[in-house]
């Protein structure tokens, strides 16, 4: 039997809008993926912790509030600071398209927008597949 993959959802910091963050998790799950979402108002702390003891294979961050730069790259840390280097995360919400780069070179391997297309969003983790399956 072959390992399915599995992906964190989560919603760092005070943003308290989810609708994007459970299409996404909906939409991954129906795609055949084991989702696990964590609800609003994470902290990096308790994002980091999940994904480690759910053995998942990608995180999803989920941001609206503009403090993307601050918490998406403090999960990134948390998780390598814990050893779990081979967790993908990626993120999306309201980024503003400076913010991207930025936010790739702290280790967050997608960034997807408003308006993204679901498809992009399973492209890119079947794009990663063969790695978190390796």
Do not use: C, W
């Amino acid at each position: 039997m072959s390992k399915r993959i599995r992906i964190l959802i989560a919603k760092p910091g005070l943003d308290g809008h989810d609708r994007g963050a459970k299409y996404v998790a909906r939409a991954l799950k129906d795609a055949g993926y084991e989702v696990i979402y964590t609800g609003i108002r994470q902290s990096p702390e308790a994002i980091a912790k999940t994904a480690i003891q759910e053995d998942v294979d990608f995180v999803g961050l989920s941001l609206l509030s503009g403090a993307h730069n601050e918490l998406f790259p403090e999960v990134v840390r948390l998780l390598r600071k814990e050893g779990a280097k081979n967790i993908i995360v990626f993120g999306g919400g309201v980024i503003p398209e400076e913010d991207i780069s930025f936010l790739q070179e702290q280790g967050i391997e997608a960034v997807f927008t408003p308006g993204t297309p679901i498809q992009k969003v399973l492209n890119f983790i079947e794009s990663k597949k063969e790695k978190v399956l390796a």
